[in-house]
């Protein structure tokens, strides 16, 4: 399903093919870049436009922000298709349920959240994008 959003500013569009879920990612860096769970939706063939810059956060991966309203844009593992954008800068935010939870082994003890999930590891993650 198609969907466009922006940044707080507005200065940076998006068009992607939305998978039809969220997720949260409970991983320290996602933790620390967005001030809690990285609440995202995974997308093919996004399409950014803007001032966006890009920080390479691990091996492999970046993360991409609005230089001018610093607003997180996407998580990008290098070499696939997938841009897992928050779900809060979708223009239409409705039908898209809450499957997944990732780096389940990082969350802290400070939150729960109350739905039924797959919970994968981050072992399990990173092993989604090595072949493994």
């Known amino acids: 399903m198609k969907r466009n959003g922006s940044c707080l500013c507005g200065r940076v569009t998006f068009e992607a093919e ?6 949260a990612c409970h991983c320290s860096m ?11 939706v995974p997308c093919k063939g996004a399409i950014f436009d803007g001032p966006v810059g890009r920080y390479a956060s691990s091996d492999g991966c970046e993360r991409g922000f609005c230089t001018n309203c610093g607003s997180s844009l996407f998580f990008h593992p290098a070499g696939t298709e997938i ?3 928050p779900i809060g800068l979708f223009a239409d935010q409705s039908g ?3 499957r997944a939870e990732i780096y389940i082994d990082d969350k802290p003890d400070y939150y729960e959240f109350s739905n039924e999930t797959k919970k994968m ?3 399990e993650f990173e092993n989604r994008f090595r072949g493994s």
């Open 121 to 123: 590891t981050g072992a």
């Open 30 to 40: 996602c933790r620390r870049w967005t001030g809690g769970p990285f609440m995202s």
């Open 83 to 85: 841009h897992a954008i």
């Open 96 to 98: 898209l349920p809450f």
């Open 18 to 23: 939305a998978m039809p879920s969220m997720q």
